[in-house]
Structure formats: structure tokens, C-alpha cells
């Protein structure tokens, strides 16, 4: 949890930088790559999570497989 907190601040920084100071008049327009910056994350974190989920069932089910043996 606590690397996807730091890479979404490192991205959230990122893009902030990137846009600069010249584009600061134009926030409606910037404003949306940082929503879809930070939706592109979200939807990544819950990849990894639910392939994480989906190893911890395998172990658990080969667990009782074994037990049952």
C-alpha cells in the first residue's frame, strides 16, 4: 500500500512539473491528464491486487488439497 501511495505522488509530481508555469492559465485542460493520471493508477492498483488475491487463493486452495490428502 504504501508504494502505490509513493508512485502516485511521484506521477501526481511528474505531471505537475511537467505542465510548468507558462500553463498555469490553462487548469481546466491540465486538469484532466492529472485525473486521468491518477485513474490510470487506480485501475493498475487493482490489477496488481487482484493478481495478488488470485496467488493467495492458489496457496490456500493447494493447502487444503494437501490436508485432505
Known sequence: MKVLISMMQTVVDTVSNAMGSSQLDQTSSSDIYVVLTITLIVWCGLFFYL????????????????KEN
Open 51 to 66: 493478481v495478488y488475491l488470485d496467488r493467495q487463493v492458489k496457496k490456500v486452495k493447494d493447502r487444503v488439497e494437501i
